[in-house]
């Protein structure tokens, strides 16, 4: 049992030390002025992946794109570009394309 509390305060130790604490060692909280504004997305279109799906380069989730901006090409349509008027966010690129299932989504900031 003495090794089980001692081990318990060790990691709780070790979490507190991680925590930000104020010049007084009170733990802190994030101001209001220190978070962003969060973005309100709404998903306008979807692609779907079809013969030589291929990204032309890795798009991190949440990725924004330029209206116009080469994204992937495909058998069918060739080089496919964001059809969005002033750009969009890449939602849920897919990692593994399988034919007729989503590629990503294209989202706008409201």
């Not at 090794?3 to 990691?11: E, K, M, P, W």
């Not at 070790?14 to 104020?22: G, H, I, K, P, Y």
């Amino acid at each position: 049992a003495m090794f089980t509390v001692s081990r318990a305060a060790a990691v709780i130790s070790s979490f507190l030390r991680l925590q930000v604490l104020q010049e007084d060692g009170a733990f802190a909280t994030p101001s209001s002025q220190s978070l962003e504004t969060p973005i309100t997305m709404v998903c306008t279109n979807v692609e779907r992946v079809s013969t030589g799906f291929q990204w032309l380069k890795k798009f991190p989730e949440f990725h924004f794109v330029a209206e116009e901006e080469p994204v992937f090409r495909d058998a069918e349509r060739g080089v496919v570009k964001c059809p969005v008027e002033g750009g969009a966010f890449i939602v849920m690129p897919t990692a593994q394309p399988v034919i007729g299932e989503e590629a990503l989504f294209w989202a706008s900031a409201k």
